[in-house]
């Protein structure tokens, strides 16, 4: 529940922040992992990675992808508010 916690929070401010510039996007998802260790005398999670592929409708909009992306991962309130570390690997490409 945590990683799918934190992959959706990720989505829905990247959606939202799509939504507001206009972006041509023709599909979204994301397959994520967590990794689940013993650290500091207990168990948590030390990384998540998400895998977000992200289809857009035209070449031109690739690049705004990309930096919406960015910006929805910094401005995600869940990974602003855990120690994990948190690894973006998206693919990009035109539908």
């Known amino acids: 529940m945590f990683v799918a916690a934190l992959s959706n929070c990720t989505m829905a401010t ?7 510039k206009g972006l041509a996007l023709a599909a979204y998802s994301c ?4 990794l689940l260790e013993f ?4 168990y948590r999670f030390t990384r998540v ?3 977000p592929r992200i289809a857009v409708k035209s070449a ?3 690049e705004q992808a990309q930096a919406l992306l960015e910006s929805a ?3 995600c ?10 690894i973006i690997e998206p693919e990009f490409n035109c539908a």
Request: glycine share 6%.
């Open 39 to 42: 650290a500091e005398g207990s």
């Open 60 to 62: 031109e909009a690739l």
């Open 14 to 20: 990247f959606l939202a922040f799509a939504e507001r």
């Open 77 to 86: 309130l869940i990974a602003n508010s855990i120690r994990s570390e948190v």
């Open 73 to 75: 991962h910094k401005k």
């Open 49 to 51: 990675t998400l895998k």
């Open 31 to 34: 397959a994520a992992e967590g």
